[in-house]
């Protein structure tokens, strides 16, 4: 039983591993060699670098850290080292060829694969194979983030399941906001759990006011009355870190929205235009006094109903500087998964390597 366990473990692992490249590949195919450096802009790094430094970051753990092996690449620490190399750099490596660094990380996936395949592995050996397999899932996520912000085409997506965006609705749900007293919680991981980040360590109290926030995330619909109201020009519905936000961008609506000659709303969707979709959430929630930390405590992506909005349109958007529709925004989300802070010459999605939590650190 023991042994079955182990191997299943292995299993486990090399499935995330193999599946998390898979997925950047797919990402990654189609996009032409001037897609794949780009355009220099804040947080949408160059396609050529995200396929390198995941490769990187992967060498960096296993191979490198776990059995002090030398890296396959000589110099890709001054090019994919996102701790220590500005992203102001990024458009001006001399890069691999897209084919050289195709196979460099071909290269180390295969010798993260041989080496689990020869080995039972540790509890250190699950940290850092779930750590890397999770990184690289990240930074497929940005990938996404950089390919719809700069209108390339709608990648194949072969794993996509699309009943995930469509979750289950209740029809007779009524939109409404929840009073939350307020209190003490415990934010970040506990010792005990088998993985965390090195932002989640460790589980502390944080007090909490009493705030509301509404029960379900806001819905295009939802959003488009406060947009049509004239919200992103009244100062009163804005906090000040919001409105500040709002006036630095001269955002008027979503970013990728565009109002049509014909008056209706559309939306860019990759490289494609569409009308816009009214039952499609938005992965965020308004609320009267919403927080980083409320909102990581309520939740906000609950399923909700489809269908034309109750909500008032005078809601306040968001608080903390963070546009409403946090998806569809003039400002990429800089971090979607942790909220730990991040210099800004540091890669804002690289998790730093963090002793496994068995080893009791
Ligand atoms: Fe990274």
């Given at each position: 039983?023991?042994?079955?366990?182990?191997?299943?473990?292995?299993?486990?692992?090399?499935?995330?591993?193999?599946d998390?490249?898979?997925?950047?590949?797919?990402?990654?195919?189609?996009?032409?060699?001037?897609?794949?450096?780009?355009?220099?802009?804040?947080?949408?790094?160059?396609?050529?670098?995200?396929?390198?430094?995941?490769?990187w970051?992967?060498?960096l753990?296993?191979?490198?850290?776990?059995?002090?092996?030398?890296?396959?690449?000589?110099?890709?620490?001054?090019?994919?080292?996102?701790?220590?190399?500005?992203?102001?750099?990024?458009?001006?490596?001399?890069?691999?060829?897209?084919?050289?660094?195709?196979?460099?990380?071909?290269?180390?996936?295969?010798?993260?694969?041989?080496?689990?395949?020869?080995?039972?592995?540790?509890?250190?050996?699950?940290?850092?194979?779930?750590?890397a397999?999770?990184?690289?899932?990240?930074?497929?996520?940005?990938?996404?983030?950089?390919?719809?912000?700069?209108?390339?085409?709608?990648?194949?997506?072969?794993?996509?399941?699309?009943?995930?965006?469509?979750?289950?609705?209740?029809?007779?749900?009524?939109?409404?906001?929840?009073?939350?007293?307020?209190?003490?919680?415990?934010?970040?991981?506990?010792?005990?759990?088998?993985?965390?980040?090195?932002?989640?360590?460790?589980?502390?109290?944080?007090?909490?006011?009493?705030?509301?926030?509404?029960?379900?995330?806001?819905?295009?619909?939802?959003?488009?009355?406060?947009?049509?109201?004239?919200?992103?020009?009244?100062?009163?519905?804005?906090?000040?870190?919001?409105?500040?936000?709002?006036?630095?961008?001269?955002?008027?609506?979503?970013?990728?929205?565009?109002?049509?000659?014909?008056?209706?709303?559309?939306?860019?969707?990759?490289?494609?235009?569409?009308?816009?979709r009214?039952?499609?959430?938005?992965?965020?929630?308004?609320?009267?006094?919403?927080?980083?930390?409320?909102?990581?405590?309520?939740?906000?992506?609950?399923?909700?109903?489809?269908?034309?909005?109750?909500?008032?349109?005078?809601?306040?958007?968001?608080?903390?500087?963070?546009s409403?529709?946090?998806?569809?925004?003039r400002?990429?989300?800089?971090?979607?998964?942790?909220?730990?802070?991040?210099?800004?010459?540091t890669?804002?999605?690289?998790?730093?390597?963090?002793?496994?939590?068995?080893?009791?650190?």
């Amino acid at each position: 039983m023991g042994t079955y366990r182990l191997h299943a473990a292995a299993d486990r692992l090399l499935d995330a591993l193999l599946d998390a490249r898979a997925v950047e590949l797919e990402l990654l195919d189609g996009l032409s060699d001037t897609q794949m450096l780009g355009e220099r802009a804040h947080f949408l790094e160059p396609p050529i670098w995200e396929m390198g430094h995941v490769g990187w970051f992967q060498e960096l753990w296993l191979s490198r850290h776990l059995d002090g092996e030398a890296t396959l690449l000589p110099g890709s620490d001054g090019i994919y080292d996102s701790f220590n190399v500005s992203y102001r750099q990024r458009w001006d490596h001399r890069y691999p060829s897209r084919k050289q660094t195709a196979e460099y990380i071909s290269k180390v996936l295969r010798r993260s694969v041989d080496r689990l395949e020869s080995r039972t592995p540790t509890a250190e050996d699950a940290y850092f194979y779930t750590l890397a397999a999770q990184h690289e899932d990240m930074h497929a996520e940005n990938l996404i983030l950089i390919l719809q912000s700069l209108g390339y085409a709608r990648p194949h997506w072969s794993r996509f399941d699309p009943a995930a965006t469509s979750p289950p609705v209740v029809s007779d749900y009524q939109l409404r906001d929840v009073a939350v007293p307020g209190g003490t919680f415990l934010l970040g991981a506990s010792p005990d759990e088998p993985f965390v980040f090195d932002n989640e360590k460790w589980a502390h109290p944080v007090v909490v006011a009493p705030f509301s926030i509404a029960s379900t995330p806001v819905t295009n619909a939802d959003f488009q009355a406060f947009v049509d109201d004239g919200g992103y020009r009244r100062r009163e519905l804005w906090d000040r870190r919001g409105w500040d936000w709002r006036r630095r961008e001269q955002a008027e609506h979503p970013v990728f929205w565009a109002r049509g000659d014909d008056g209706r709303w559309y939306e860019r969707s990759f490289d494609a235009m569409a009308t816009l979709r009214h039952g499609i959430r938005s992965c965020t929630s308004t609320g009267t006094r919403r927080t980083r930390t409320a909102a990581g405590l309520a939740g906000a992506c609950q399923p909700r109903p489809s269908g034309r909005s109750q909500r008032p349109s005078s809601r306040r958007p968001a608080a903390s500087g963070v546009s409403p529709g946090a998806t569809t925004h003039r400002r990429p989300p800089a971090r979607t998964w942790t909220s730990a802070p991040a210099g800004p010459s540091t890669c804002a999605r690289c998790p730093r390597a963090t002793a496994p939590p068995a080893a009791g650190k």
